[in-house]
């Protein structure tokens, strides 16, 4: 069974730009969630959707959006891209809001 | 106080040796916790979940204590295999917007 899927898997962009990150969760689990990992720090949460809904956001900028397709995939949208915006991009996914999530490779973003 | 909190490390230990990691957390509401295991860029992956009454996984001993919001992950036998950063991760039902926290990891280099 293939697990959580991320595209892509490594982009570079400059600082104003706009990006879009894409997630497959795992066939049957209806709970997606984002998390931003920078070195040497673990993830934070940035949004949970079950359901198609909006079900927590974490401590980031409006810049920060996402939204869950009626597949159950998902995109993190980030706008405005700052320096400080480079990170690991991981999505997770669960069968429920607070079962174990299992995440994906990731999307490693470069700000220039 | 930060809402998850681990060994600072790094651990270095040679293989065969029994090593500990301890967690604690903050929020009492808290009702699920994981140990996730991530090595260098890649994502995490689940090594267990952990249940009041301790459980154990192979050479993997997981205990929580409840009354102390302490969490901890025993290693016996160490492999070099297990060389990699250990997450603590804490959900909470009731803390608000953040389904899954995280601690900023434990790294263990097991040495031959």
């Known amino acids: 069974d293939a697990g959580v899927t991320q595209s892509p898997t490594h982009l570079i962009k400059t600082r104003g730009q706009h990006v879009t990150l894409r997630c497959s969760p795992i066939s049957g689990h209806k709970s997606v969630s984002w998390y931003q990992q920078v070195l040497g720090q673990g993830p934070q949460f940035i949004f949970q959707?079950?359901?198609?809904?909006?079900?927590g956001r974490g401590n980031f900028p409006d810049r920060f959006s996402a939204r869950q397709f009626p597949n159950y995939s998902s995109e993190l949208n980030v706008n405005a891209l700052l320096l400080g915006d480079s990170a690991l991009y991981l999505c997770?996914?669960?069968?429920?809001?607070?079962?174990?999530?299992?995440f994906g490779d990731g999307t490693r973003l470069s700000i220039l | 106080r930060k809402e998850v909190e681990q060994d600072p490390g790094p651990f270095n230990v040679p293989e065969g040796a029994t090593v500990a990691f301890n967690c604690t957390y903050s929020n009492s509401a808290s009702q699920s916790f994981f140990w996730y295991r991530q090595d260098c860029r890649k994502e995490p992956k689940l090594l267990m979940s952990?249940?009041?009454s301790g459980n154990e996984d192979g050479r993997f001993t997981a205990q929580l204590n409840r009354a102390s919001q302490y969490i901890s992950l025993l290693i016996r036998d160490s492999k070099l295999s297990d060389s990699a950063t250990y997450l603590c991760?804490?959900?909470?039902?009731?803390?608000?917007?953040?389904?899954?926290?995280f601690g900023k990891g434990t790294r263990l280099s097991v040495i031959a």
């Open positions: 991760v804490v959900n909470g039902l009731n803390s608000g917007n953040t389904p899954l926290v």
């Open positions: 952990v249940y009041s």
């Open positions: 959707y079950y359901e198609k809904e909006e079900r």
């Open positions: 997770a996914s669960s069968l429920g809001a607070n079962q174990p999530q299992h």
